[in-house]
T-cell receptor, first 115, second 112 residues
């Protein structure tokens, strides 16, 4: 089944403890992206990747890192999480940055709570 | 499931009726628009898209209308079913860019 898989689905952590949220897609998509979703706000892009070893900042990159060493994986790294990073995170992928007729394929989300 | 918004505008529709969900977009230079459906506990799912050179596009039971004059987008769902209950939001892309701006969404409740 074609899908984007995120892990974990739920995570509670403490301030300052490094964590990684994994994202993997099995559709050979070139484009991958991370978003956060907060109440009252639309999805906001954190980082995106046009292809392997090509990444760039989105609208809210502060406090996050990403890497794209393989086409299928795009992990999101929080080196020193803070409570304002408590959010619902989504990974998305597409054949290209221009997802005409298909949109992005989203993962099921990771609910992160930083205490 | 995860809550995507505690205070979203809500549209309640009787099962079998038609639903109309509206979206006001921000950028007159936007040239591509997508409607997504997000069910509780799931990621957004592509429904239908439309380019700015079109006024209307139809899919299966869904129609998107674009009014560029007033920067307004609407999603019409025919014969609304219980499985249509979800949060719906639009996304716009500015011409010449690859960045999308997502709306906050509308919750659709289908009444039996």
């Amino acid at each position: 089944e074609a899908q984007v898989t995120q892990n974990p689905r739920y995570l509670i952590t403490v301030t300052g403890k490094k964590l990684t949220v994994t994202c993997s897609q099995n559709m050979n998509h070139e484009y991958m992206s991370w978003y956060r979703q907060d109440p009252g706000l639309g999805l906001r892009q954190i980082y995106y990747s046009m292809n392997v070893e090509v990444t760039d900042k989105g609208d809210v990159p502060e406090g996050y890192k990403v890497s794209r060493k393989e086409k299928r994986n795009f992990p999101l790294i929080l080196e020193s999480p803070s409570p304002n990073q408590t959010s619902l995170y989504f990974c998305a992928s597409s054949f290209s940055w221009d997802p005409t007729n298909y949109g992005y394929t989203f993962g099921s989300g990771t609910r992160l709570t930083v205490v | 499931g995860e809550s995507v918004g505690l205070h979203l505008p809500t549209l309640s529709v009787q099962e079998g009726d038609n639903s109309i969900i509206n979206c006001a977009y921000s950028n007159s230079a936007s040239d591509y628009f997508i409607w997504y459906k997000q069910e509780s506990g799931k990621g957004p799912q592509f429904i239908i898209d439309i380019r700015s050179n079109m006024d209307k596009r139809q899919g299966q039971r869904v129609t998107v209308l674009l009014n560029k004059t007033v920067k307004h987008l609407s999603l019409q769902i025919a014969a609304t079913q219980p499985g249509d209950s979800a949060v719906y939001f639009c996304a716009e892309k500015a011409s010449g860019t690859y960045k999308y701006i997502f709306g906050t969404g509308t919750r659709l409740k289908v009444l039996a």
